[in-house]
């Protein structure tokens, strides 16, 4: 049974927060209490999953590439709900499948660009104000790509791995305060970013799970939500993996 007042008086930004594990995520936070500002580059999926989500929701349009969107955007989340006390960054891209020698140039740099550099944004825009009230939780989330690295995805590994490398800093970082900045390395889970990739690499990818199946978006909200809660005021810096088995560190 969930604990209605987990995060009462919390207020969360979810980037990717429409669809997929953010949106789950999104209303694993609110059943616990918390008022979210769904950050979102679909700006028609943002708007109806927060008339659905009611007065303890707002949505905002954003491409987290964009520094000037994320900043605009955390601006308008403060003068709404007055604070920011959780990120949890979900928005990202898989990408085409293709060989490195292959590999589009302007791609490549677009899932860089989206999964590394909207992380550094997105974080570069709330650490501030998690750093003036002395609380924050922020989950990036990276991937089981990130650690093991799938062929025919080198832009979507090597860009998940830069995720890892990139909380691990910042979480010592602000190891002196009473924030906690991790991340998770999921199996891949079936939303929309399928609609990325081809048939082979999806079967890739679940061969490798020795679960035999992919991960659902319950468990990896359950496992995020622990994250950002109170009860988590001692794990920063860390990698959470939820691989079904896969990951072998």
């Known amino acids: 049974m969930r604990n209605q007042s987990r995060f009462e008086k919390q207020i969360a930004v979810v980037t990717g927060g429409a669809q997929g594990i953010g949106r789950a995520v999104a209303e694993n936070l609110l059943a616990g209490g918390a008022r979210i500002a769904i950050w979102d580059i679909d700006k028609t999926l943002a708007e109806e ?8 929701a707002i949505s905002l349009e954003v491409d987290i590439s964009n520094w000037s969107e994320v900043a605009a955007a955390c601006r308008k989340t ?7 006390d959780i990120l949890v960054n979900s928005a990202g891209v898989a990408g085409s499948n293709a060989q490195v020698a292959s590999y ?3 791609e490549f740099r677009r899932i860089v660009e ?14 501030p104000l998690m750093t003036e009230q002395n609380y924050g939780r922020i989950v ?33 970082e602000l190891a002196n305060l009473n924030i906690a900045v991790n991340c998770v390395t999921p199996a891949a889970a079936r939303t929309r970013i399928f609609d ?52 072998t560190y």
């Open 78 to 84: 403060c003068d709404y709900w007055g604070k920011i």
């Open 140 to 172: 990036n989330i990276a991937s089981i790509a990130g650690k093991e690295g799938n062929p025919n995805a080198s832009a979507y590994s090597a860009s998940k791995a830069a995720v890892i490398g990139f909380t691990k800093s910042l979480g010592k």
């Open 196 to 247: 990325q990739m081809s048939e082979q690499h999806i079967d890739y990818m679940l061969s490798k799970i020795p679960r035999g199946r992919f991960l659902a978006l319950h468990e990896i909200a359950a496992m995020i939500s622990w994250l950002v809660s109170l009860e988590n005021s001692f794990a920063t810096g860390a990698v959470f993996d939820i691989s079904g088995g896969r990951a």
């Open 104 to 106: 589009d140039i302007d």
């Open 114 to 127: 989206v999964n590394l550099l909207g992380t550094f944004h997105t974080n570069r825009a709330v650490v």
């Open 49 to 56: 999953a927060a008339d659905e989500f009611g007065r303890q």
